[in-house]
Nanobody
Framework: QVQLVESGGGLVQPGGSLRLSCAASGRILRINAMGWYRQTPGKERELVATITDTGSTNYADFVKGRFTISMDNSKNTVYLQMNSLKFEDTAVYYC???????????????WGQGTQVTVSL
């Protein structure tokens, strides 16, 4: 079992910044990729950004140029630097991890509990 602990969410004004972090622990031989997803009431969870162990990144169109994802492999931690935040960015942000648990297993897909990001005056 992989545990994902998120932090950094909170209340911020439009145009402001927040930095989310997610630390992975548990049965992890290797992290293949980690990412951030978000969800608002009445909507399906959607991809925000992902990053592989080699540093390849992928961003949703609505955050390109504003958000930056990074990963510290030594700490099993992924970060999401969010700048120029908009009202529409308000959501629960979930950490995701694609990990290899053991030498005899392929991958585990894990989710964090979510952290609330609210952009408001």
């Amino acid at each position: 079992q992989v545990q994902l602990v998120e932090s950094g969410g909170g209340l911020v004004q439009p145009g402001g910044s927040l930095r989310l972090s997610c630390a992975a622990s548990g049965r992890i031989l290797r992290i293949n990729a980690m990412g951030w997803y978000r969800q608002t009431p009445g909507k399906e969870r959607e991809l925000v950004a992902t990053i592989t162990d080699t540093g390849s990144t992928n961003y949703a169109d609505f955050v390109k140029g504003r958000f930056t994802i990074s990963m510290d492999n030594s700490k099993n931690t992924v970060y999401l630097q969010m700048n120029s935040l908009k009202f529409e960015d308000t959501a629960v942000y979930y950490c995701n991890a694609n990990t290899r648990p053991t030498y005899f297993s392929s991958v585990d897909i894990s989710w964090g509990q979510g952290t609330q990001v609210t952009v408001s005056l």
